[in-house]
């Protein structure tokens, strides 16, 4: 299994691009999660899914997109790029559960994206 | 909005030494606690997941939890320098963990050699 994986690995956009982060999990998981981090902070919850066509807005979604369309696939649009969306973002998925708790998560390994 | 606090360091603890990172929660109602390891510029990496007051030990990792204290904390016995890395605890954000974490900034260990 590859497990979380991520492309690309780095990107430097223009202020007012717009670009897709992809991330694609092999582990049937049917919850994924897009977290951003700045440096020095904790990670930030931007949108999540819990199945193929379902998602919802986390903590900071302004600025992003989300889509499900597949149990693997979940794809983050940046529109109009801003100097406030530099950060490092992470994908993760979850098997889930719940009387029995988990939720685990795993995680990609980033994308940098750097906006000037 | 749940918060969950964590010195963030740097913890500074002599090789082979015991490394004690902690973690304070304001939900009294979360039920599952998390802590990941991330090195610096590496993604999170789950170590250890704990939903039951007391302890629970993976290897040389420890975690201990009490509910009534709201706090969760990470005992790394016989510290090596390879356990250098930055250390986050994690909620649930809303109820079970469905809808996603509430991480800490983290805690920065450095096992000195």
């Known amino acids: 299994n590859a497990g979380v994986t991520q492309t690309p690995k780095f990107r430097i956009l223009k202020i007012g691009q717009s670009m897709t982060l992809q991330c694609t999990q092999d582990?049937?998981?049917?919850?994924m999660y897009w977290y951003r981090q700045d440096p020095g902070m904790g990670l930030k919850l931007i949108y999540y899914?819990?199945?193929?066509?379902?998602?919802d807005k986390g903590e900071v979604p302004n600025g992003y997109n989300v889509s499900r369309s597949t149990t693997e696939d979940f794809p983050l649009r940046l529109e109009l790029a801003a100097p406030s969306q530099t950060s490092v973002y992470f994908c993760?998925?979850?098997?889930?559960?719940?009387?029995?708790?988990?939720?685990?998560?795993?995680f990609g390994p980033g994308t940098r994206l750097t906006v000037t | 909005q749940k918060e969950v606090e964590q010195n963030s360091g740097p913890l500074s603890v002599p090789e082979g030494a015991i490394a004690s990172l902690n973690c304070t929660y304001s939900d009294r109602v979360s039920q599952s606690f998390f802590w990941y390891r991330q090195y610096s510029g590496k993604s999170p990496e789950l170590i250890m997941s704990?939903?039951?007051?007391g302890d629970k030990e993976d290897g040389r990792f420890t975690a201990q939890l009490n509910k009534a204290s709201q706090y969760v904390s990470l005992l790394i016995r016989d510290s090596q320098p390879s356990d250098s890395a930055t250390y986050l605890c994690?909620?649930?954000?809303?109820?079970?963990?469905?809808?996603?974490?509430?991480f800490g900034k983290g805690t920065h260990l450095i096992i000195q050699p």
């Open positions: 582990m049937n998981h049917n919850y």
């Open positions: 994690a909620v649930p954000r809303r109820g079970g963990g469905a809808d996603g974490l509430t």
């Open positions: 704990i939903y039951s007051n």
């Open positions: 899914s819990v199945g193929a066509g379902i998602t």
């Open positions: 993760a998925s979850s098997y889930g559960s719940d009387r029995g708790f988990s939720y685990e998560q795993y």
